[in-house]
């Protein structure tokens, strides 16, 4: 039962540990910049080989 109990334990503290540092509120990053929208193509004319 004990080592159930220092599992469960280990478990905890990892997943607080990734809670904490994931988020980047308490490591001071910058949030990643937004994504620039992707880029107008002009649409092509089909070439029907099958003719």
């Known amino acids: 039962m004990k080592k159930l109990i220092q599992l469960i334990a280990l478990a905890g503290v ?3 540990a990734l809670a904490l540092t994931s988020c ?3 490591t001071g990053e910058a949030k990643a910049p ?3 929208p992707l880029p107008k193509f002009k649409e092509l ?3 029907d080989y099958g003719k």
């Open 14 to 16: 990892a997943v607080t």
């Open 24 to 26: 980047g509120c308490c």
């Open 34 to 36: 937004a994504l620039r």
């Open 45 to 47: 004319p089909t070439i």
